[in-house]
């Protein structure tokens, strides 16, 4: 017992330390700043962090360009009426609340979510430059005495309205602290403990992690609960490859009581250390291999990009405006491309965002079935995406954009350079024609590629998704995800697939002694809110189909291609079908070219996958928004969360899937596409210890959009318009 | 009579004075040169070229990069095994054969091939740089008094082998001469030169195609045949938009003669000129649309690649043979990647190249049912690759190399600037991880991903197909297809959709007054002989299915990866399905990873399309290797054209298909991987009057082939390594 009280003493000890040392080392705001600003001193623990990883930089990581940090959010006033809430806004919300009687009188409280609530969309769609702002109002989901509130908070005139209390199912988003503390939550079980020491894991080295339950019955009913599993960090930044395995807690996420503890891995190994750390700053100076020379892109006389008032994007033949979203991520709104033939700005999209992801892992054990993330409406997409480096996320010339998020306590907090915007050009072809030997005229035309990328990187924990809206002077938008980052992996007492019995499953690969990478799947849903030269558009499937002539001709057989317009939801409900192509068109039937086609936007699938599970299963129920890959619903400002508003532990009543069955009608309206990109992941030895980025993308295509070519008249690359460069060295 | 004479006289004297002019203006070698190179002079027509588009270039394109042109081969000696035929080689095999009674005897040959007849795998494994160069053969195909030979001939004995004479079915890729000749074959015909004229085309506007015929029974057997249509180039370079619609004439390919004039779009007008034309020389300068600043891939240091007695490309962590080809375009060979570990060089692809295209149009009518182009057996994917315009098909740094091939009477040509390879960084990420707020620590790194990429780009009469091989620094593999240039369009009464009966079917989309788009297909098959740590791989398919729990677990499903070695061709006949997925890995069986995976690649699909047309369509029996996405096959020196060796006019009885259908054994064996690549494509205005470019690509991947991550230690970019640049303006 001494032994045990002396080593938890150590540890609240150091974590104390830890408390003080990093709100010196990571206060995310100007101190000088007037305005309040969430104070971490104060709100322990999520400011809480073992800076033990923080590496005293060597001297070659010296020059190494800093991020922009410490910019000054505290006067910042909004512009546009889809600008997010500024820090003097959070904090005007936070004064209205804590005098409103629902929080004054309450013992405990959190919020979970503080956004702008957005104007109606006709308001927003007449509002210009130059035009009286519209009122500001916020959208705020608190947790009062254990009770979900939806609230809406009019920063004019100061008042709150109750939109709703209480909910079916589900609860909201977690706080950043609902989630720090729930991993410090299991240290004060005297079982806990002592499980981690007889696993010969030393309290210090322990590095846990809150993973949602998801729901699969009466278990996770009525209360909102939490998973927390550990890891050791002794001897690696890498902890996620050295899982205490089999070990679970159960945690209340309102009393951050532990209910229960579930130890099936004590003849599990942790995995050894070695090899597992991936910071450079950890090599060994001869192991480091330098493969390529320096190269960069750059541009002599900077970027070709502005952003006025902090959140609108002119770029080339591009408008739009760009703001982060602690759920979302990103948010792309007002999406317009400028016609080359009349120049006026055409609409293309209303606003885009990340809706939700749903992560399933496919091992059905008792450690691991739960393991079903669904990681924007549980963990907060844009909570967890973390600063981006300088020169490795984005190139040279990137802008860096902040988010401004409230705590639960309603303070603002600034995430730095949490989104960047950069040119992008990697050799690659807008468009080329040579005369061949056929014709032999000296005609040789060809166009350089240049994009303009919006990119962020979401941590959430493990795993890092790069998500990019990639903008093209053709008019084509391309949406990438991006994964890299690190595996959830089991521990195994296996060593070597020998020693594996044949009929024995290991739910995934053998990576490396005693570890195995687990199968799962990405999808990743995005909200479309297409608005093609207007907001009433209509869904087009281009089917194409196969037609047999009959002696006309000396073919057998051609492809034809049909178009249906979809009149209801269920018109559009798509599965992607490689012997039964088609074309996904979202036309504004009004609205003809010269020669009378509507003009329209496609969606092109890249590479993806489909969920396979079964529609019963409880996971799939919540995420059943992935059951197909393209769905079309009439809009509707509350439908825009594919998992419904509240997911965590949701039964999946409220989903992307349920709207669609109503079939409401969609021919000639204001629509939402809706599409899912997935992936299957088979992990692989080469995803061990830090994966290579594995991406895919869809695109949004005009289609007969432009009455021809919109970049038929841009100039080639000349020479002399080309940086003359030298190395910093010789500099 | 007179005025038509004249028209004619006028027409052959402008012909000839072009043939000087080009000989002037295209000698496509070093006059210096001792060599005797391939005389345009002496061998109208094909060096024929109306030069009315070789524009004066305006001052401000004065400073555009010159490709090296007249870099001198005369000299070039071979130092690898597979190093292509030199121009001594070539004049020597021409030689040779002058001299062999076969040729001397015959009143007329063609040579259609002349390529180096590669030694035999065992002897070129074994062959390392120092030995001594192996035995020099020539593969030639000649046409001698219309009949088809393969010869071999010896460099070294000057022994002439024939191997074949005759073929069941099918003749030889066409030679530019026979393409050439083609052309002008109609204008010796009276009827031909009258429809001209009645369609109002002054014959000195008169730009006409080879369209390889196909076949579709008797009238397409025991003749070698083409198909002429015309377009008017008047006032535009882009005389692809101004077809003489449903003009189709006849030609024997061997006698020229006009077999038959079939004329069914008499009422059809000639689509306008404007617009059309994407020449930058003849935009009206306030209407040129500049729409960034200019941007470029800069390396101080230069480029990281060397190239090695002209074939040799080292690159980072890999090493391969490249070489340009008359059929296939480019050829990637030995392809090796050094394991960060052990440090030694490991076999991935002994050879890799486009071994057949199919492009089908999908109208039945009289003037289009036989487009249905092989663009590398028909046409010579390579001798359509043309040379590419540095910093706009490649960017800076780029290195080029020029194809030597050889014209039908045996001399050797230059193609300049056929292929180029640079170092691509577009600011992707090769990999990242940032901790979260959830742990809280201080942790991001990110490494930027910079790849190589060996890029052709064949311009088949209107279309370009840039082909990209791309090397990643992980060893992953992207082989990306790019569509370009100019669409196969179809003359139409129509100026609007609204005068289209409801119930009449363009067979593709509206473009323009009097333009249709028609839809069609493309599918490019890549040949891959994978050597996965040497020749003896095995084909898995990794099978990812549907498992019902029972009970056991709160979970009533999750997904279960089935490893399936394909034991015979017919277990590799593979055809995509979203929801039965499947990996597609090579292995080594006899080689594991330290924990005992087996070592592997897989094929790893992106966006796709799968020919639907009738299997007992004529073209799509000849097409059949189009009848799935991938194929395995066992490794034979003879099959590596997937459409057969002799494509044009074939019945398609010697396919990957017909090949495939014989189930040998491919388990554990030295075995070849095909895959198609395939667009619908839906024209659309914006393809009008030149496509931005659409892509699509495959990888090659590694699964567990490295025990981790291989570029876990390679470091991040660095502010003071990477260059400082200014605009050459202020320089």
Redesign the interface.
């Known amino acids: 017992m001494e032994g045990r009280n002396f080593l938890r003493f150590l540890f609240l000890f150091f974590s104390c330390a830890l408390v003080l040392l990093?709100t010196w080392?990571?206060l995310p705001y100007d101190p000088s700043s007037s305005a309040k600003l969430h104070d971490c001193t104060a709100n322990a623990p999520?400011?809480?962090?073992?800076?033990?990883?923080?590496t005293k930089k060597p001297n070659?990581?010296k020059?190494?360009?800093k991020p922009n940090r410490h910019r000054n959010h505290a006067a910042d006033v909004p512009h546009h009426p889809l600008d997010p809430l500024t820090v003097q806004e959070i904090n005007k919300i936070r004064t209205i609340l804590s005098s409103h009687a629902l929080f004054k009188n309450s013992a405990t409280y959190a919020l979970h979510s503080v956004e702008l609530e957005e104007p109606d969309k006709a308001l927003v769609l007449k509002w210009k430059r130059g035009d009286k702002l519209l009122p500001r109002k916020a959208s705020v989901i608190a947790r009062v005495n254990g009770v979900s509130h939806v609230l809406t908070v009019d920063l004019t005139t100061s008042e709150l309205t109750v939109v709703q209390t209480g909910y079916d199912s589900g609860y909201p988003m977690m706080t950043?602290e609902d989630?720090?503390s729930a991993?410090w939550a299991p240290l004060a079980s005297y079982e806990f403990n002592r499980t981690i020491i007889q696993r010969g894991v030393d309290l210090a080295d322990l590095?846990c992690?809150?993973i949602s339950t998801g729901w699969?019955?009466k278990m996770e009913e009525n209360r909102r609960l939490i998973k927390v599993q550990c890891y050791s960090m002794k001897e690696t930044?890498n902890f996620y490859m050295r899982p205490i395995e089999g070990l679970t807690v159960l945690v209340d996420l309102d009393t951050k009581q532990v209910v229960e503890i579930s130890d099936k891995g004590k003849n599990i190994p942790i995995p050894k250390a070695a090899?597992t750390d991936?910071?450079?700053s950890t090599?060994e100076y001869n192991?480091?291999?330098?493969?390529?020379?320096?190269?960069?892109?750059?541009?002599?006389?900077?970027?070709?990009f502005t952003i006025e008032d902090e959140h609108l994007v002119k770029?080339?033949?591009w408008e739009f405006h760009l703001k982060p979203d602690a759920r979302a991520g990103v948010i792309i709104s007002g999406a317009k491309v400028r016609d080359?033939d009349t120049g006026e700005l055409r609409n293309v999209i209303y606003k885009g965002f990340t809706s939700e992801l749903f992560v399933?892992y496919?091992?059905?054990?008792d450690a691991w079935?739960?393991k079903t993330y669904m990681d924007a409406g549980e963990y907060g997409f844009g909570?967890?995406a973390?600063?981006l480096?300088p020169?490795?996320?984005?190139?040279?010339n990137?802008y860096y954009m902040d988010g401004v998020f409230a705590a639960a306590d309603g303070t603002p907090f600034v995430r730095s350079n949490m989104v960047c915007v950069?040119?992008?050009?990697?050799?690659?072809?807008?468009?080329?024609?040579?005369?061949?030997?056929?014709?032999?005229?000296?005609?040789?035309?060809?166009?350089?590629?240049?994009t303009l990328?919006v990119r962020m990187?979401a941590?959430?924990?493990?795993y890092?998704y790069?998500v990019d809206w990639e903008f093209?002077?053709?008019?084509?938008i391309k949406i990438t995800v991006?994964l890299?980052?690190?595996l959830m992996v089991k521990g195994t007492p296996y060593?070597?697939?020998?020693e594996v019995p044949l009929n024995e499953?290991l739910?995934g690969?053998?990576?490396?002694?005693n570890v195995i990478g687990v199968?799962h799947?990405h999808y990743v849903t995005f909200y479309l809110d297409m608005d093609v030269d207007g907001s009433d558009n209509s869904f087009v499937k281009?089917n194409?189909?196969?037609q047999?002539?009959s002696g006309?001709?000396?073919?057998?057989?051609?492809?034809?291609?049909k178009r249906n317009v979809a009149k209801t939801e269920k018109d559009a409900q798509i599965?992607?079908?490689?012997?039964e192509?088609s074309?996904y068109h979202v036309i504004n039937p009004t609205k003809?070219?010269?020669?009378?086609?509507p003009v329209g936007y496609k969606v092109?699938?890249?590479?993806?996958?489909?969920s396979?599970?079964?529609h019963?299963?409880?996971?799939?129920k919540r995420g059943a928004f992935t059951n197909n890959q393209i769905w079309v619903t009439p809009y509707n400002k509350t439908e825009q969360w594919a998992g419904g508003l509240f997911v965590y532990q949701s039964h999946g009543q409220e989903t992307l899937a349920t709207w669609s069955e109503r079939d409401r009608s969609i021919e000639n309206k204001d629509i939402v596409v809706w599409y899912t990109l997935g992936f299957?992941h088979?992990p692989?030895?080469?995803?061990?210890?830090?994966?290579?980025?594995v991406s895919a993308s869809f695109d949004l295509k005009?289609?007969?959009?432009?009455?021809?070519?919109?970049?038929?008249?841009?100039?080639?690359?000349?020479?002399?318009?080309?940086?003359?460069?030298?190395?910093?060295?010789?500099?």
């Open positions: 990093y080392v990571h999520w400011c809480v962090s073992k800076n033990r990883f923080q070659f990581l020059n190494r360009l950043i989630m720090t991993i590095a992690l809150p699969y019955g930044a090899n991936y910071r450079y090599m192991k480091v291999k330098r493969l390529v020379n320096p190269i960069s892109i750059e541009q002599p006389k900077g970027p070709s770029w080339a033949n080359p399933p496919m091992d059905p054990s079935y739960f909570l967890q973390m600063p480096d020169l490795n996320d984005c190139p040279r990137a950069f040119e992008k050009y990697g050799g690659d072809i807008g468009w080329r024609h040579s005369e061949s030997p056929i014709t032999g005229f000296a005609i040789t035309e060809v166009r350089p590629k240049v990328v990187a941590s959430v924990a493990n890092d790069i093209q002077t053709d008019g084509l991006g890299s980052g690190i060593d070597n697939m020998n499953y739910y690969t053998l990576l490396s002694e199968i799947d281009v194409i189909e196969r047999q002539t006309e001709s000396p073919r057998k057989s051609y492809l034809k291609a599965k992607f079908k490689l012997y192509p074309e003809k070219t010269r020669v009378g086609n092109v699938s890249g590479g993806t996958a489909a396979l599970l079964d019963e299963d409880p996971p799939q299957h088979i692989c030895q080469e995803d061990f210890p830090i994966m290579p980025t005009p289609v007969n959009f432009f009455e021809s070519n919109p970049i038929l008249r841009v100039p080639p690359n000349f020479e002399n318009d080309l940086p003359i460069c030298v190395s910093t060295a010789s500099a």
